[in-house]
């Protein structure tokens, strides 16, 4: 299965403190994106890394992409409450089927 | 960007009957795809909304309980089928653009007394 797994599952921070959220998959993608869902609601993109990118910023965000390792890594900087939600990474494949595979998300807490 | 948009955005139903969701999207796209998010867990991917021929199933899905039509570019619907209580999970349609982005409905949350 090309599915990205987070890791961790679930992550409970201090407002204001940074949060890291990794994922690996399992086969050669052409890009990784990241999605937040919060509670009951429909899934939000944030942001697309392509495979010949190693690192992507927007706003708070900061997004990471090792193609040797599989892995890449979400980082918010200075976490809000309103950032409590559960991401997931999803990784689309290179046989150009053009759907995603996502993870298990991650949970992220920020406690006010 | 795409903005999509579903209807209805959530039902409570009876056993057996059928629901169909609508999803419209507000340019032309790609491609169009349907999901499923039971509670508590991942998106599953249902089918591929194929414009003017049947959908694409993925594994444990088929058409007979899946029924999806995709007439144009920018609307697709998706149909459950003599519905049970497990069929209860939010149903999410979600688009390719050009741009290579995939984009998500708000989706529609399905309760199956």
């Known amino acids: 299965s090309q599915q990205g797994e987070e890791d961790p599952q679930a992550l409970s921070i201090q407002e204001g403190e940074n949060a890291t959220m990794n994922c690996s998959y399992k086969t050669s993608i052409n890009n990784l994106q990241w999605y937040r869902q919060n509670s009951g609601r429909g899934l939000v993109h944030l942001i697309l890394i392509r495979s010949n990118e190693r690192e992507k910023h927007s706003g708070r965000l900061r997004v990471t992409l090792d193609t040797s390792k599989k892995s890449s890594s979400l980082l918010i900087t200075a976490s809000r409450a309103a950032d409590t939600a559960s991401y997931f990474c999803?990784?689309?494949?290179?046989?150009?089927?053009?759907?995603?595979?996502f993870g298990t998300g991650t949970r992220l807490t920020v406690i006010p | 960007s795409a903005v999509i948009s579903q209807k209805p955005s959530r039902d409570i139903c009876q056993r057996g009957t059928s629901l169909t969701i609508q999803c419209q999207v507000d340019s032309q796209v790609t491609m169009m795809f349907w999901y499923r998010q039971q509670p508590g867990q991942s998106l599953t991917l249902i089918a591929t909304a194929n414009q003017g021929s049947e959908a694409t199933y993925e594994s444990g899905f088929v058409i007979d309980k899946f029924p999806i039509s995709r007439p144009n570019l920018t609307f697709s619907t998706l149909t459950v089928s003599n519905m049970s209580p497990e069929d209860s999970s939010i149903y999410l349609c979600?688009?390719?653009?050009?741009?290579?982005?995939?984009?998500f409905g708000p989706g529609t949350r399905l309760l199956v007394l």
């Open positions: 979600s688009v390719v653009t050009y741009q290579e982005t995939q984009y």
């Open positions: 999803a990784t689309d494949s290179r046989t150009g089927a053009n759907n995603l595979f």
